[in-house]
């Protein structure tokens, strides 16, 4: 039976690769005839700003915006990030969160403070109990790049089975959507996440 | 993955809003484009230069929207279909020529696509199109989803060429930016012949020849609206008892249907979604008009729809079962900002006298964990330009002895923006393009010895910044203006702008220097410098200072640098390493100057050793900060070799 609607909301800030999750989930989608829609605003990406990505599958997801408190999933590539944007996950949703911060302008010049990454994880339990934390960062460090956590986030979600979309095609979705020398390390990043919930 | 034109009819692809524009454009056979960056277009402008040789296009990024709409209404004079891409406030810069094109009509078709920020989210004000197309009398088409946006291009042209009159499509940022599944079109390869059949009682619109186009304007908009009744987009759905139902257009329409899904009142709520939002389609609003008792009417930015429909309703209020229309003017919808699915449920919930919860009610938790994550607004990338000279701006005031409140900067639209709310905290206006110098010289004018800044970028400059400068040395007043020349238009995404040589269709130009244009209005004080010497340019900012309070006449200092993205890329590519600087431990004292007054993103400090360091990956080598500190203590990284 096909899935009639699943939201994933995908924060963190400009250049970690939000949109590209987004296109790479979106294709995926199309390649396997579920109905997708995607709402995003472009322009933060390169300015280090706050960037979401919302992606809605199934027939019943009409808004390209996931309506507050009904997304599934909520994918965290940046901890404050994940925490602004915590209304748009639905009560008990999945969070899968990369423990990496990246301290804004605002803390940097001391105008503000930054909570401790554990004091943000336990302000999450209020909503949900259903929290995965990663190192992914770390990991897309050891792989040779660090742009790489957003894909190692991506396989450990693709390894909880909750996605409506199989994952051969989600793999070559990742294959058809990044740089032809990054194709290799990415499906290594991929598969790392994979495994991490699937050893 | 597809090419945008690449000819498979048929085909399923995930394409933005903004790319279905330009993929609906192709598909019609578009042959001239024009416009102006500006978010939330901008993409559909680039989509099309890049495939503009191969799909035998021209495309070019205009100086402003008003030569933009110009070029495009030659080109639609003289027989070819012509597209112009804007922003909703390029309208405002435009409605000049647009205003009188309608009079004249076209021949090859005219479409003039409009992307609203409704918000607004990344302008200066949130405006309504739809009332312009009422003002000009031009067509407006709303599309509801990236399918309906291409698919209504190819009807857009149709329409202006069948009526010779432009047409205005009419687009949302989320609809813009939204992405889904579009299935492509054929492409129409065949390609108006330009012809110029010369007609002085059309193209040349005097007064008593303007009088007449107007009056026959108004029988073409009314003849229109036959088409708008049968147009294929609109949807109408009368449901249940016939109570209620709600009137839409544009994107509304996908936040009202999953309002409807989400309340369980799919079936008991009735919908119209009008695609022909000018001239209305009256039979069809009568017609539901006739089968509703209440309607609710959603729709962005203002209540255009709503005014319209009442007023019809009254005049045809024999015929109609409807008694009240509920909508912004009745307090059910907010005037400003967004609409979203909040905002639907508890209007439906107001009318119907009934609860109705779209989501659970935990909003406190939801903000105990948001408040919790610190502010992250838009920040100079590291290595940018413009942070340097804002940094030398404040130093060169402050050292001429001049307080916070004793100075005006008078900022303009681009990347440079983001001064306010950087470290450095400069400019204390920001309006439309290219007002920094209007408003500078009022500035002068009325507060007369304070020292007054303008400061523009260098695309702002050519867009509409020349006007102002002119009066400024010409109405005389001492301001000193910054042009801000990075090479490109970098808060859209580094388009060209007339003083690169690239074009963005990838062709050649000789580039217009900024320098020789300021020199041939007469101004006698130019100066070039890099902002990535703090030293020399706060040196010429107080000469400039000095030289507008000596002689009342304006100094123009250009800080000239390449963009630092664009610097990272060039470098990239001809793989060029990036020397980073690190701060010495032993000689940082911890003043926190660096990281408080100037705040470049590569810029941290360590809490712990209570010392400011520079991460590696994203310092740019720009040198800027390394000048800045007062102990010495920032480096440049040896050559590892």
Redesign the interface.
């Known amino acids: 039976m096909k899935t009639t609607e699943f939201n994933i909301a995908i924060a963190g ?1 400009g250049g970690q690769g939000v949109t590209l999750l ?2 790479i989930l ?2 995926a ?2 390649k396997e005839g579920l ?10 990406s ?5 960037v979401v990505s919302h992606i809605r599958f199934g027939e ?6 996931i ?4 997304a599934d999933v909520l994918l965290g590539l940046e901890v ?2 994940a ?2 944007r ?2 748009a996950l ?2 008990n949703g999945l969070v899968i969160l990369n423990v990496y911060k990246i ?8 105008l ?4 401790s990454i554990s ?2 994880v336990n ?2 339990k ?2 949900t109990d259903q929290i995965i934390t990663v190192n992914a960062t770390d990991i897309a460090t050891d792989l040779g790049d ?1 742009r790489l956590s957003n894909i190692v986030l991506l396989g450990v979600l693709a390894g909880l089975s909750v996605l409506p979309i199989s994952i051969k095609t989600l793999r070559q979705s990742i294959w ?2 990044v740089p032809l020398a990054m194709r290799n390390l990415n499906m290594k990043a991929f598969k790392i996440g994979f495994n991490l919930r699937n050893p | 993955m597809y090419n945008l034109y690449e000819d498979s009819p048929g085909k399923k692809t995930l394409m933005m809003g903004n790319i279905a524009v330009a993929r609906g454009a192709i598909e019609a056979g578009v042959q001239v484009v024009t416009g102006y960056p500006g978010t939330p277009a901008t993409e559909t402008l680039e989509a099309l230069s890049k495939v503009a040789g191969k799909a035998g296009i021209y495309v070019e990024v205009s100086t402003n929207e008003k030569v933009a709409v110009e070029i495009a209404s030659a080109a639609a004079i003289s027989n070819l279909r012509a597209l112009v891409i804007m922003k909703q406030v390029g309208l405002n810069v435009a409605s000049d020529i647009a205003n009188v094109i309608n009079l004249s009509g076209c021949n090859g078709g005219l479409v003039i696509y409009i992307a609203d920020d409704v918000g607004p989210l990344v302008s200066q004000n949130e405006q309504d199109t739809r009332i312009y197309s009422r003002l000009m009398h031009l067509p407006c088409l709303e599309p509801s989803t990236p399918q309906e946006a291409k698919d209504m291009i190819k009807y857009a042209f149709e329409i202006s060429e069948n009526y010779k009159i432009p047409v205005i499509l009419r687009s949302t940022l989320r609809l813009s930016h939204m992405s889904s599944s579009v299935t492509l079109g054929k492409i129409n390869i065949s390609r108006n012949k330009p012809n110029f059949v010369k007609d002085i009682n059309r193209y040349l619109v005097l007064d008593f020849i303007a009088r007449s186009e107007h009056e026959a304007l108004h029988k073409k908009i009314n003849k229109i609206k036959a088409d708008a009744e049968k147009n294929p987009f609109n949807i109408l759905k009368i449901k249940g008892e016939k109570n209620l139902g709600i009137i839409t257009s544009g994107l509304c329409y996908l936040y009202v249907e999953e309002t409807l899904k989400h309340c369980g009142l799919q079936d008991q709520v009735s919908v119209l979604k009008l695609s022909f939002s000018y001239p209305l389609p009256t039979g069809l609003i009568l017609k539901f008009l006739q089968n509703v008792k209440y309607v609710l009417i959603v729709e962005e930015v203002e209540p255009v729809l709503e005014n319209e429909i009442k007023a019809i309703s009254f005049d045809n209020n024999k015929k109609v079962m409807v008694s009240k229309v509920f909508g912004r003017n009745s307090g059910h919808l907010p005037w400003a900002g967004e609409i979203n699915l909040i905002h639907i449920a508890k209007a439906l919930s107001k009318i119907s006298n009934t609860e109705l919860h779209l989501t659970p009610d935990i909003y406190q938790k939801y903000g105990e964990i948001e408040k919790l994550a610190p502010p992250r607004y838009l920040s100079f990338c590291a290595g940018c330009p413009h942070l340097a000279t804002f940094y030398a701006m404040r130093k060169a005031l402050m050292q001429q002895g001049y307080k916070e409140n004793e100075w005006v900067v008078a900022g303009d639209i681009g990347c440079y923006g983001i001064a306010p709310f950087s470290a450095v905290k400069m400019m204390d206006t920001s309006f439309c393009m290219g007002s920094s110098i209007g408003l500078a010289c009022g500035f002068k004018l009325a507060l007369k010895d304070t020292p007054v800044i303008a400061v523009i970028g260098d695309s702002t400059f050519y867009h509409s910044g020349i006007s102002g400068i002119v009066n400024a040395m010409w109405n005389t007043k001492g301001i000193v203006i910054v042009v801000m020349d990075n090479k490109t238009t970098a808060m859209t995404g580094h388009q060209p702008n007339p003083g690169v040589s690239i074009r963005i269709d990838g062709s050649e130009s000789k580039p217009i220097d900024i320098a020789d244009v300021i020199k041939g209005l007469g101004i006698k004080f130019i100066e070039i410098v890099d902002p990535y010497n703090v030293k020399k340019t706060k040196d010429i900012i107080i000469k400039a200072l000095k030289y507008v309070s000596e002689r009342s006449e304006p100094a123009v200092i250009i800080t000239r640098r390449e963009c630092a993205i664009l610097s990272l890329r060039e470098k990239r590519k001809s793989g060029q390493r990036i020397t980073p600087f690190f701060v010495d431990e032993d000689k940082c004292i911890g003043c926190r100057i660096c990281t408080q007054f100037y705040g470049c993103l590569a810029l941290g400090w360590d809490k712990n050793i209570k010392k400011a360091f520079i991460d590696p990956k994203s310092c740019m080598g720009c040198s800027v900060c390394s000048q800045i500190c007062p102990s010495k203590a920032i480096i440049k990284k040896e050559e590892s070799n």
Not at chain 1, 67 to 70: A, I, K, Q, W
Not at chain 1, 112 to 115: A, G, R
């Open positions: 800030v987004a296109r979106g294709n989608a199309i109905s997708v829609r995607i709402g995003e605003v472009y322009g933060a390169q300015r280090g700003g706050s019943n997801a009409f808004s390209p915006i309506p507050n408190g009904r404050s990030e925490a602004r915590i209304r639905k009560p301290d804004p302008v605002e803390v940097k010049t001391g503000s403070e930054y909570p004091r943000l302000a999450f209020l909503i660090v058809g959507n």
